[in-house]
């Protein structure tokens, strides 16, 4: 499946090490469809069902059907035919916004 930022997706994150989020789970898209198309791999957060106060945790807009929090701080690249699955929903632009703008510190580009 080719996703585009913003789409909520069922992805499987195994296998992993650590303590990495592992499992089929939705996950948020952040790359645009025109890169996970050129690459075959779309840039993700996995999303849990356990709240806690990390700070990169990201709590999923009301009124959406999944609910749990973006796991900012775990970021990957995941390849789009073996672990993408299918289309949840879509979060709204200005949460994207949000997910994007508290990556930008754990990259070093504030």
Not at 63 to 74: E, F
Request: aromatic fraction near 6%; hydrophobic fraction near 45%.
């Amino acid at each position: 499946m080719i996703a585009d930022a913003g789409d909520l997706v069922w992805c499987d994150f195994t296998p992993t090490l650590g303590t990495e989020q592992s499992g089929r789970r939705p996950a948020l898209i952040l790359s645009p469809r025109a890169y996970n198309i050129a690459s075959g791999r779309s840039i993700a957060c996995p999303v849990s069902s356990t709240t806690g106060d990390w700070a990169w945790n990201l709590s999923l807009p009301e009124g959406l059907g999944t609910k749990g929090v973006v796991l900012v701080d775990q970021v990957r690249a995941v390849h789009n035919e073996t672990r993408l699955f299918r289309l949840i929903e879509r979060v709204p632009d200005v949460f994207l916004a949000e997910v994007r703008a508290r990556l930008a510190p754990l990259l070093g580009m504030n």
